[in-house]
């Protein structure tokens, strides 16, 4: 079955350091890539997705390039902000039509002023 | 309303009780999943309904777990027997078919 690994936290950072959190996959085939993330006190949105191999996700001036010769998807960020001080999720969606998502243990981020 | 909205956001129930969490998905969204979130955990996958029909529940870990969405909109979680492994945050998210989930701000489940 779909598996995901991922850095486990928390990260600590200051403010305007560059961020990675590493994440790899197992699947069968070539899902889709997703990253989530949770602020404080509300659900989970999706941050970026990547559908195929060698797309790069972005959004919110995070990116993540789905790399299918090491099986990852590593979130990055050039100059973290406190606002982005939450918990990220790598997830796959499984290959049926209404695509179950498998997520990774959750990586806490605090950015510090 | 904008989003999934789920309720109550916060359950303290004694072991043994039974308890029934809602959820109100996006108006039109055929697809909901439930899934069960541990303290400092990924979300897992409970179930998952297409309008009334629950295609699979490969995730429910007891036969005290049961869901339902009879009108093909709002969905309830049944917990019967309470557990404390029960304690967690369920989570409710909707989707049109095959596309992206919207998830609701989760009910946190406390067992005593």
């Known amino acids: 079955g779909n598996s995901v690994t991922q850095m486990e936290g928390p990260v600590t950072l200051s403010e305007e350091a560059f961020l990675t959190i590493n994440c790899t996959y197992t699947a069968t085939g070539y899902p889709s890539l997703f990253w989530y993330v949770q602020y404080p006190g509300e659900g989970l949105q999706l941050l970026l997705k990547a559908t195929k191999a060698d797309d790069k996700g972005s959004n919110k001036g995070f990116e993540a390039t789905y790399r299918k010769e090491t099986t990852s998807f590593h979130l990055e960020k050039g100059s973290v902000q406190v606002s982005d001080s939450a918990v990220y999720f790598c997830?796959?969606?499984?290959?049926?039509?209404?695509?179950?998502?498998?997520f990774g243990i959750g990586t806490k981020l605090q950015v510090i002023p | 309303g904008a989003g999934v909205s789920q309720s109550p956001r916060y359950k303290v129930a004694k072991r043994g009780q039974d308890v029934a969490l809602r959820c109100d998905p996006i108006?039109?969204?055929?697809?909901l999943f439930w899934y069960q979130q541990a303290l400092g955990q990924g979300p897992e996958f409970l179930t998952y309904f297409q309008n009334e029909a629950q295609l699979d529940k490969s995730g429910l870990p007891s036969d005290r777990f049961f869901a339902e969405r009879p009108e093909g909109s709002v969905s309830t979680l049944k917990i019967q027997r309470t557990q404390q492994e029960d304690s967690a945050v369920y989570l409710c998210?909707?989707?049109?078919?095959?596309?992206?989930?919207?998830f609701g701000p989760g009910t946190r489940l406390t067992v005593t």
């Open positions: 998210a909707s989707s049109l078919l095959g596309r992206e989930q919207y």
């Open positions: 108006s039109g969204h055929v697809s």
């Open positions: 997830a796959l969606p499984n290959s049926g039509g209404y695509q179950k998502v498998t």
